[in-house]
């Protein structure tokens, strides 16, 4: 059965520190993988995602995130992040079940950016 | 495009009680998923639907219950409420045909409180 590990549960940092949000996976097909971000009292939205090609994957403002099919990891970093990147982070693995495309997602990292 | 609407966004009820929230996809999607977000378990998948019939069902007691309508709308219920309810209910659609790598678009959540 594929699942998503987040290894932490809260990161704090300072501002245009660098961070990375671990993720790692386990999957015995083709992963597809997600990084969702969400705001306070918002739902989620799509950061980035890894599909096939290139291992490496960036987003619009910044972001980006490393499939490691050795490491079975899919960590997401930004070199300097900003008061706000403050949000709640969730990595999620795409799985076709009964015909239906599933996201799996992890437990969740709360990024915390302090001045 | 619009997003996708969910209504209300939040509601309060007390125990025993059943509440309907409503979910609309963005124009064209046929898709739509609904997820529990709890801060103890996290995002848990519900069910999804399509053409009016439901494709996939997580993990939820039969008092969880939805259905969508000819125009892609979809309704969830929840029966005789219980205080472990309370949480966030997210609607989430996507574009067919199911492939893998395709987004999940989430709408801001109905935010339930059950007293």
């Known amino acids: 059965a594929q699942s998503v590990t987040q290894l932490d549960s809260q990161v704090p940092v300072f501002e245009e520190a660098p961070v990375e949000l671990r993720c790692n996976y386990s999957s015995s097909v083709s992963v597809y993988l997600f990084w969702y971000v969400q705001y306070p009292n918002q739902g989620l939205q799509l950061l980035l995602k890894?599909?096939?090609?290139?291992?490496l994957v960036e987003s619009i403002n910044g972001f980006e995130a490393e499939f490691n099919k050795s490491q079975t990891s899919f960590h997401l970093r930004k070199p300097s992040v900003h008061i706000s990147d403050t949000a709640e982070y969730f990595c999620a693995v795409s799985v076709l079940s009964g015909g239906y495309n599933k996201l799996i997602f992890g437990a969740g990292t709360r990024l915390a950016v302090h001045p | 495009k619009a997003g996708v609407t969910q209504t209300p966004r939040y509601l309060i009820k007390t125990r025993g009680q059943q509440v309907t929230l409503s979910c609309s996809p963005i124009?064209?999607?046929?898709?739509v998923s609904w997820y529990q977000q709890t801060p103890g378990q996290g995002l848990q998948f519900l069910f999804e639907?399509?053409?009016?019939?439901?494709?996939n069902k997580g993990n939820f007691p039969g008092r969880f219950s939805g259905r969508q309508f000819s125009n892609s709308r979809s309704e969830m219920n929840v029966s005789t409420l219980e205080l472990g309810d309370s949480a966030l209910y997210l609607c989430?659609?996507?574009?067919?045909?199911?492939?893998?790598?395709?987004?999940?678009?989430f709408g801001p959540g109905t935010r339930l409180t059950v007293l």
């Open positions: 890894y599909l096939s090609g290139s291992t």
């Open positions: 639907y399509f053409s009016e019939t439901q494709r």
């Open positions: 989430a659609s996507s574009p067919e045909p199911p492939l893998p790598g395709n987004e999940q678009f």
């Open positions: 124009s064209g999607h046929r898709s």
